[in-house]
């Protein structure tokens, strides 16, 4: 019996709400839905990190990379390469050592597309005369302003949208359906397929882009942020976004619209795979690096905030050798890669990794997040209270509009409070203090952790 084709369908910044699945009532992802009924769909899965760059590291590397105290979006070199010193390895590179094809159908590079035989090149980001005279006009005040209020004054906004967004996700699927088209059928495969559609600003055709804006708030979305104070430095980064002429019902309704887009993209990558006769013998992994947060906690169109909406992400394995069945109970995106190496039958050491095979039954207590780019702050969720703090004042104050979000220690009742409105630091001071010593502890864990790996592999050189 030959080992199974894999393929990961990751949807960045899509929250487990807004899928069927996982309780939305709008007919936005049937191709999801049909994923989730025939495999296992996890009910309460987490993202480890609200960024891509960590998360990417998280279900691809198995492990949660403690942040140091630099606030960006990027993993540092200290940290990437702290995994690397510590004998971390990527799925690719391990499926590649077992005899896998490794395809990446989105562009990688440096780290990112190590254990890849092939990675896709992307044109989206190619420099044009236009966005080099943009960006030169940018730079001036006068010139900017006028340009801009020609831009939105003079032009439909049909018009201005095609050149703000661009639409994705045709490219990829066709790279993908290529790629399966021409692979050599001796051989398994290994397969990443991204979507970014669900990623600020929502690039998404019609009639996609408005046919879920069912949403009754009319508000334009920059006099909302300008009537909560919002920075004029903020401001002026959500007018390069988002045109001044849309309303909040837009926007939501477009995130919407971009989930069934990509789910359209899905359901004709599926297709392809039974039309190539791959379907039976591929584990098909959808996931999501981090939620997003659509107007809750006053965060808009952003992954900030370690609340439920951001961190609460889908995850599915459907496949071969995947029952249909509903996992409960906390798993967490490092749990992945344990999950697929068991599926497909490869052997590896537990200690490996930071999480386990979830297919065969094994769970949480809790799950533990933390962010690091807009603030710094870390958090355990349980099945009753979300406890979220940060060091300091200074850790937790957002560096995009200057304010602490929430608190700069936070504590809610999940069971009473499922939207996390209410913090209850000052009523529950035991429960805080319960909470802040776990936390700490699984800080603590992770670093003991990751000196032992470190440890095993010097040894192992002498």
Known sequence: MGKPNIVFITIDACRARALGCYGFPKNVSPNIDALAKKGTRFTQAYSSHIVT????????????????????????????????????????????????????????????????????????????????????????????????????????????????????????????????KNHDRDTPFFMYLEYKNTHMPYGVPEPFASRFRDVKDDRLFLDVIKDLNFSSELISFYKTVFDPRENIADIIGRYYGAIAYIDSMIGRFVEGLKKQGLYEDTIIVLLSDHGESLTEHDIFFEHCGLYDVTTHVPLIFSGKGINASIGEGFVQLEDVIPTVLSAAGISYAPDSFDGSDILSGKRRDFVFMEESYLQRKQSIRDSRYKFIMAASKKAALCRRTGKVQGGVVELYDLVNDPDEKHNLVKEKQEVVVKMATRLRQKVADLKQEGEKRRIAVRLKSL
Request: proline residues 2%; hydrophobic residues 35%; charged residues 30%.
């Open 53 to 180: 760059d960590f998360s990417r590291v998280s279900f691809l590397g198995g492990r949660h990379l403690v942040p140091n105290d630099k606030l960006d979006f990027i993993i540092t070199q200290d940290v990437i390469d702290g995994f690397f010193d510590t004998g971390g390895k990527f799925l690719q590179e391990i499926l590649r050592e077992q005899g896998y094809s490794t395809y990446s159908c989105k562009e990688l590079s440096g780290w990112r597309s190590r254990g890849f035989d092939y990675v896709a090149t992307d044109t989206y980001h190619k420099k044009t005369f236009v966005k080099k005279f943009s960006s030169v006009v940018s730079k001036i005040p006068f010139f900017s302003k006028l340009a801009k209020s020609a831009f939105y004054m003079a032009l439909p906004k049909k018009v201005t949208d095609g050149v703000r967004r661009t639409v994705r996700g045709k490219k990829e699927t066709k790279e993908a359906l290529s790629l399966l």
